[in-house]
């Protein structure tokens, strides 16, 4: 078995800190990641609007390279940090296994460039395998520095819990709080966990921000010192408008919005400079660090 | 005002039975039939307070074939893709899916509202993947406010400049190779989604 990494486009930009947090907690676990080669966009929620025969052919190509590249592998485990990303690699792989007409269309288009996809493949997210891989008994161990003393709402956003992902619940999910409840930090009860952050739409409709708005007031409201996300769309969403967001509605606080791999990477004891905290607009203050 | 006089909201006239027929053909419709208007959806969906019609509606008004009003409304453009509707759906009606139809139909027939950022954006993703294989963010987020309303992209503008400076919003960002011709290019594959739905197209 082997994992796959599958850093997807938001990994050298906007969400670049998730990416580095993702590849140092998989090294201090001993599961070190390796990356796809010649891997395209999953397609996230833009593609499909506008052509779905080459959404599904476009998420599917990166499970044909991977079974292409390792023919000798039986179970290749690609690892999708990204909820976009996750869901449109799943997806696809569910209709090319499952929906005849679909799926007959993805592997002609496949066949055309000379690849096939046999079913080798498993979409994977980081947060599934911290749980059912990795285990919650070898996190809390290797925890050297525990997040004692810092309340986190712990923010799913929509697709890596649904609708095709089994892992956790769709509506209550709790791997993330499991995980970093295991990292020692306290877990604040908040009724948004899997409410959406806009998408798309924050950046450009009034609707969006309002979205925003809600779900950083509920996080203060539950006493949260930071929101961790496992998405770099809801990370976005929920940092980058907050001056908006105070402007316009009665919200006058900096909420801290980190990657939950940020935060179990500094339990991890991995140095700060290699998690991305410097790339946060309002970076979380972690009393375990600074004293 | 006679309240019973009968007075169209929408453009109820123009029903196009193909048009939902077409729809239902697509590769979540066929349960589209189920539907018992019981407003599940509009009731779970985060955005539909913002919308012109509610999913519940659209849904009804694809199975009546009222093309039009389906495909120039907002709606669309505003479901954000968080499949909370589909999961709560007691038919097991698959209507973000619904709503990704709806919004490939109004993209290829040019209905889609001209000011709206979203669809622009979604046009110019596709774009810019199918040439490069991957997305880059700051041509994508530029060239959709350029094309829309560039007063959103002054309102951005300090927010790029941090992002910048955080190694956030790099000028180059990385690709991949298309129209090598060689084994795996994507421009293969693209190519023979065309054919495929060409065939489609004229079956
Ligand atoms: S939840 Fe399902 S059955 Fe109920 S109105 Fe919406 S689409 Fe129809
Ligand atoms: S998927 Fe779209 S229509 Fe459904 S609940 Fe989410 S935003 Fe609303």
Redesign the pocket.
């Known amino acids: 078995m082997k994992y796959l990494y599958y850093p997807g486009c938001s990994a050298g930009g906007t969400g670049k800190a998730y990416d580095e947090s993702v590849v140092e907690v998989f090294k201090a676990l001993d599961s070190g990641l390796v990356e796809l080669d010649d891997w395209n966009c999953c397609g996230a929620t833009a593609y499909m609007a506008v052509d779905e025969a080459k959404a599904f052919a476009l998420a599917a190509r990166n499970l044909a390279l991977a079974e292409d590249q390792y023919p000798d592998e039986d179970e290749i485990h690609i690892v999708a940090p990204c909820s976009a990303c996750y869901l449109g690699l799943l997806k696809a792989k569910r209709y090319t296994e499952a929906d005849p007409k679909i799926g007959g269309q993805i592997r002609r288009a496949l066949k055309a460039a000379d690849l096939e996809y046999k079913g080798k493949c498993e979409v994977r997210n980081p947060l599934d395998i911290f749980v059912n891989d990795i285990g919650l008994d070898k996190l809390k161990e290797l925890a050297v520095r525990p997040l004692e003393g810092l309340k986190v709402a712990c923010y799913y956003g ?1 697709q890596i819990v649904r609708p095709y992902s089994e892992f956790d619940e769709p509506s209550n999910p709790v791997t993330m709080d499991k995980i970093l409840k295991a990292m020692g930090a306290e877990i604040v009860e908040w009724p948004c966990k899997t409410r ?1 952050c806009g ?1 798309m739409l924050t950046w450009s409709t009034g609707a969006g921000k309002e979205l925003n708005y809600i779900l950083l007031k509920e996080a203060w409201k539950a006493g949260a010192d930071v929101i961790a996300t496992a998405c770099p769309l809801c990370q976005f969403n929920l940092e980058c408008f907050q001056d908006k967001i105070r402007a316009k509605y009665d919200f006058n606080e900096e909420m801290p919005v980190a990657y939950y791999t940020q935060l179990m990477g500094l339990a991890l004891g991995i140095d700060e400079s290699k998690l991305g905290m410097k790339r946060l607009f309002v970076p979380p203050k972690i009393p375990t660090l600074t004293g | 005002m006679d309240k019973w006089g009968g007075q169209l909201a929408l453009e109820q006239m123009e029903l196009d039975p193909v048009f939902a027929e077409r729809m239902t053909r697509k590769a979540w419709g066929e349960n589209l039939r189920r539907c018992i208007q019981c407003g599940t ?2 009731g ?5 307070e913002y ?1 012109d019609y ?2 519940r509606k ?1 849904i009804s008004m694809v199975r009546a074939g009222n093309k039009k009003d389906v495909l120039e409304c907002k ?1 669309i453009w ?9 999961v ?1 759906c007691p038919k097991e009606i698959k ?2 899916d619904v ?1 990704y139809a709806l919004k490939q139909q109004a993209l290829l027939e040019g209905k889609s509202p001209k000011k709206l950022p979203v669809p622009v954006l979604d046009r110019e993703f596709f774009n810019i993947v199918k040439k490069r294989g991957r997305n880059h963010e700051m041509w994508l987020i530029a060239i959709t406010i350029l094309k829309t309303n560039w007063l959103i992209g002054l309102g951005l503008a300090t927010m790029g400049i941090k992002l910048m400076a955080q190694g956030r919003l790099p000028i180059f960002d990385e690709a991949i190779k298309v129209g090598t011709g060689k084994k795996g290019d994507l421009k293969k594959i693209m190519d023979a989604c065309d054919e495929i739905e060409r065939e489609e197209a004229s079956a």
Request: net charge negative; hydrophobic share 30%.
């Open positions: 929509c959406c998408g | 959806c509009t779970t969906c985060p955005l539909s919308m509610g999913p659209i709606t505003l479901c954000a893709s968080c499949y909370e509707c589909a709560e209507i973000t709503m």
